[in-house]
């Protein structure tokens, strides 16, 4: 079982800036892939930003320039600096990760486990 504890969302007026943070926990044996999804009311899930293993990362081009994803591999913890927010950013934000775990007395496994949501709201 591996555990996503996300902080950070909150209102926020256009323009300004929210960093959300996710940390994963359990028999996490290697992660290969963090990323942050966003749900708006009415809309499907979507990809916000995704960071791979090796650093690589990819955005959606609705953010590209102004959010930013980080990760503290020694945590296992993943950061998204949203900047110059809009309101079209207003979502719950969800974070994602996907890796694999080697419980004691059993193999390697891959998992993929979602945090439980946190809000956004960019308005004024």
């Known amino acids: 079982q591996v555990q996503l504890v996300e902080s950070g969302g909150g209102l926020v007026q256009p323009g300004g800036s929210l960093r959300l943070s996710c940390a994963a926990s359990?028999?996490?044996?290697?992660?290969?892939?963090m990323g942050w999804y966003r749900q708006a009311p009415g809309k499907q899930r979507e990809l916000v930003a995704v960071i791979i293993s090796g650093g690589s990362t990819n955005y959606a081009d609705s953010v590209k320039g102004r959010f930013s994803i980080s990760r503290d591999n020694a945590k296992n913890t993943v950061f998204l600096q949203m900047n110059s927010l809009k309101p079209e950013d207003t979502a719950v934000y969800y974070c994602?990760?996907?890796?694999?775990?080697?419980?004691?007395?059993?193999?390697?496994?891959?998992?993929?486990?979602w945090g439980q949501g946190t809000q956004v709201t960019v308005s004024s």
């Open positions: 359990g028999n996490i044996f290697s992660i290969n892939a």
């Open positions: 994602n990760v996907r890796g694999s775990v080697r419980p004691v007395g059993h193999p390697e496994a891959p998992f993929s486990s």
